[in-house]
Structure formats: structure tokens, C-alpha cells
């Protein structure tokens, strides 16, 4: 089970939210035990970024080499839906899903609060399965 310190989720419902109207994006360090310990806020470059995330080339690079100096491996990928009331995984985020052991994380801002969850992608299989996360201290 993937264990998020509260810290850590306030910064990504921030970073959501301060993105808006467009897409939020951003990588997850942690340890073994699938324990966050890092937030990497990425630039979403992405051409229509109300729409799709594409994490800028150069943040993506130096957060995993910050996440390798450390010693933290990725555990999860988050994005944002801004209009979504209900948080699932588009075709084009299956289709995107290029680590198959990260969790992906997505935050939809369309309704009274922000609903967050967690799926596991297959884009080999072209399949996703929600998870459960656990908030810590």
C-alpha cells in the first residue's frame, strides 16, 4: 500500500490548485516501503495543458537524478484532472503510462473538494485498477 505523508498530499492539492485551469504534474520519491518522501513539482509543457500533462523534458531529468542522489526510487507519477468530478485514469493517461511500477496518483478539482486516487497502469495491457493509499502523520 502506498503511504503518503499528509505534508506531502497538501503540497500536491496545492500544486493542483495552483495550476489551474491547467493540468498539474509531478513525481513521487520515496523508499521501499512505497513511503513518500519527496515531491517533485514538474512544468506541464504539454500543448493543450488543460487537457493533457507532458512533464517539461528538464525538470523530468533533474528530479530523477535528485530522487538517485538521494536514494529514493519513484513511486508514484500525479496529475490533475481540473474538471473532473471523479478521478480515473483518460485513454490518453493509460496510453502514457510508461512505469509500469509507479503508482499513478490523480486529482480532480471539478467538485465542491478535491477527490484524490491512486491507480496502478498497464499500457502494455491498456489496463488500470484503482488502489488504496494510506495518509501518515
Excluded at 499528509?6 to 489551474?20: G, Q, S, Y
Excluded at 493540468?23 to 493543450?48: D, F, M
Excluded at 484532472?81 to 509507479?102: G, I, Q
Amino acid at each position: 500500500m502506498l503511504s503518503i505523508c499528509k505534508v506531502h498530499f497538501d503540497e500536491i492539492l496545492a500544486h493542483a490548485r495552483d495550476a489551474e485551469p491547467a493540468e498539474c504534474c509531478g513525481l513521487i520519491g520515496g523508499t521501499s516501503q512505497s513511503k513518500t518522501t519527496t515531491i517533485y513539482k514538474l512544468r506541464n509543457v504539454a500543448r493543450n495543458n488543460e487537457v493533457a500533462y507532458e512533464a517539461a523534458p528538464e525538470d523530468l531529468f533533474a528530479a530523477q537524478r535528485k530522487m538517485r542522489e538521494r536514494g529514493e526510487q519513484l513511486i508514484a507519477i500525479y496529475h490533475s484532472h481540473p474538471r473532473s468530478l471523479a478521478p480515473e485514469p483518460s485513454e490518453t493517461d493509460v496510453r502514457l503510462a510508461y512505469y509500469p511500477s509507479a503508482s499513478y496518483l490523480i486529482i480532480s478539482l471539478g467538485g465542491p473538494e478535491p477527490i484524490m486516487r491512486a491507480f496502478h497502469i498497464s499500457e502494455s495491457e491498456q489496463t488500470w485498477q484503482q488502489v488504496e493509499y494510506e495518509l501518515t502523520g
